[in-house]
């Protein structure tokens, strides 16, 4: 256990792709900056997931990998040189005498702060496992819940359970590069994106739904064919697959943060229009944050974290005017 007695002008607790934006932005405001991450690198989920998941939907961006687009992000938030405090999962929460905030983690460090900035996105992400006798089975070989390496796939068989954007995206990246994809969902229709949806049912790719996994057949621990049967009529079918890879979506965890006093809705974080969520000095940003109109895209969480930063720093000095700024004419990048 140890005390940061530095006190910081605003603490991010979240190192993902919104975490790090807005600790760019922060130093831009020369805000004295710290980012604690949960997990022992930054990025969050997506180096986690999806590394080679093909990103497509930030402006300026035509396609990167989840990689490419991670590192570019840690080098970008270490711009202005914040500490970075990775393997700590803040538990406590308490607002000292002088308006300010200490943070505790669950290994009993602690941290001093003027304003916390939450970019948690969902909290802690597990993947929800396939419900079956002997799944634990094969989880060490070829069934996975989530992708590293697309070429790891190529010339195999692969069935893909799950119908919503992950399992979607993961079928058209594996489409060309599989001797066969095959993906099964449990519902009628899917949940992913329309295009994406579009773009698989004109492929290669067998649709079969609604339909569900039943049965798991292999041996030494390796999986060699599936049992799926119809939701609706009964029909059953057995599928010889080299790797299944399910993607059934994640149990969340927001952990203690939930008994911090903010207003809940549903499983995030309640905020107005500056970010700000029911206890004053504290805001939320990306996938954590709630409010009318709300765009789960990474492309609005990069909107919202300067906002939060600018509202951060007016609470330290509301008589402050606050000024635009932008990168393209600001000083100290000029000479980076």
Known sequence: MSTQQDLYDVTIIGGGPIGLFTAFYSGMREMKTKIIEFLPFLGGKVPYFYPEKIIR???GIPHVSGEEFTENLIEQAKTF???????QQITGMERLDDGTFLLT????????TKTVILATGYGTLQSVKLDLPDAVVFEENNLHYYIRKLQSYAGKQVVIS????????WANELEPIADKVTLVYRKSSF??????ITKM???SVEVLNPYEITELNGGNGQLSSIVIKHVEDGTVKEIKTDSLIVNHGFNIDLGQITDWGMQMNGGSIQVDHTMVTSVPGIFAVGDIANYPGKLNLIAGGFNEGPIAVNHAKLHISPKTELKSIYSTNYEPLLDK
Do not use: Q, W
């Open 191 to 196: 949940t992913g994106i329309e295009s994406n």
């Open 81 to 87: 040189d914040p500490t970075i405090i990775l393997e």
């Open 162 to 169: 799950g119908g919503g954007n992950s399992a979607i995206d």
């Open 105 to 112: 983690s669950s290994n009993g460090d602690k941290h001093y």
């Open 201 to 203: 049912m004109n492929s």
């Open 57 to 59: 939907d930030v402006g």
